[in-house]
């Protein structure tokens, strides 16, 4: 990512901490710039507060969490943080399925408004083979959904 991104006028941060990391994605989406972040499971489970934060200011995201075990199954799909949110949760089964799926996960987050997690596990993680992205981009518009709606403001009062 750190080589190819530039190439394609994006940009790959390192952070020192999990919580460093988290943060600068909350800081980009707020901004409005399309971010993810790639962690294993227990680099997410630091990132339980930001993201169930992420998820109730409605700022899209992508999550790749590439997992050590199956406990993070119940993490992803039910909640961590304070609760009261979900994401939405693709799990590839392949490694051209994960690259199609990623590309789904920003499309889909862009629409709804809320982060969307990637679920790999430690197989798919540690998988090396050639992909097809001129197959990935086909069922997937790569044009972001239209404006959110703007919220109503509330009466001020004097």
């Known amino acids: 990512m750190s080589h190819r991104l530039p190439q394609v006028g994006g940009v790959c941060m390192n952070a020192e901490s999990e919580i460093e990391a988290i943060n600068m994605v909350w800081g980009a989406a707020g901004c409005g710039v399309r971010a ?24 899209p995201c992508v999550v790749v969490n590439m997992m050590r075990g199956q406990g993070d199954y119940f993490q992803a799909t039910r909640g961590g943080g304070h609760g009261d949110y979900r994401h939405i949760v693709l799990a590839p089964s392949t490694v051209q399925e994960a690259v199609e799926l990623v590309m789904l ?26 992909v097809d992205f001129r197959h990935a981009t086909r069922p997937i518009s790569r044009r972001r959904p239209g404006p959110r709606p ?9």
């Open 36 to 59: 993810m972040i790639a962690s294993t499971g227990q680099g997410i489970s630091l990132m339980q507060e930001s993201l169930a934060e992420l998820a109730n200011a409605q700022l």
């Open 105 to 130: 996960a920003f499309y889909l987050a862009d629409k709804w408004r809320n982060p969307v997690d990637v679920l790999g596990d430690f197989l798919l993680g540690h998988t090396s083979e050639a």
């Open 150 to 158: 703007a919220r109503a403001a509330a009466p001020r009062t004097t």
